[in-house]
């Protein structure tokens, strides 16, 4: 299959991201980086992952990973935290 230069970053980005998640190692990517795979595979990793103030508890031994989206829009606008659906034992409800 041939790929354009935008669909072959995005597929390297979020395999960067695959393999932070089986190497329990933290990830950081930049909204830039998070709205091209929105717009190429039609995953919003912000809409899929869960805020630290959406969780209560943690599954052990899962607790140790967590995807930083990297906000790029200036001081103002804090770097988001989120947690994978299957790293949550417990939601907070509101």
Known sequence: MRL????????EDLKRVIDS??????????TSQNNAIK??????LKE????KKEVKELKRGKD??????????????PDTYGFFPFQVK?????
């Open 21 to 30: 998640c089986i190497n329990g190692n933290d990830i950081r990517i930049l």
């Open 64 to 77: 140790n990973f967590k995807i930083i989206i990297q906000n790029t829009m200036g001081i103002t606008y």
């Open 39 to 44: 717009t190429v595979l039609g995953i919003d």
């Open 4 to 11: 354009t230069k935008e669909e072959k970053t995005v597929l």
């Open 90 to 94: 417990k939601r907070k409800w509101s």
């Open 48 to 51: 899929v992952t869960l805020r």
